[in-house]
């Protein structure tokens, strides 16, 4: 049986520290196949994505416009491929067997 895609989406604006741990986090699931979305609703500078030696697809995407949270959540979900959609804040994260 082949393993359930998840989705990750992330949304942050202007916290890159914040952010990068929260990346992190979900990089560093023991879980796989996961799909990173993260959503930069207009950060003054463009997020850095660590790199991963994982199959992990990762996507960063600029919303079109400020966005306030709940629109910057459906933003990222319209664009995601897998069959189960989680949440991650920008200053939270994951635990390694979160998902």
Known sequence: MEAILVSIIIVTKDRPVLATRAIESVLSQEYSPIELIIVDNQSASPIAVPTTDKQFKVTVIRTPRMMNASESRNFGATKSTGELI????DDDFYLSYKI
């Open 86 to 89: 989680g949440f991650l804040d």
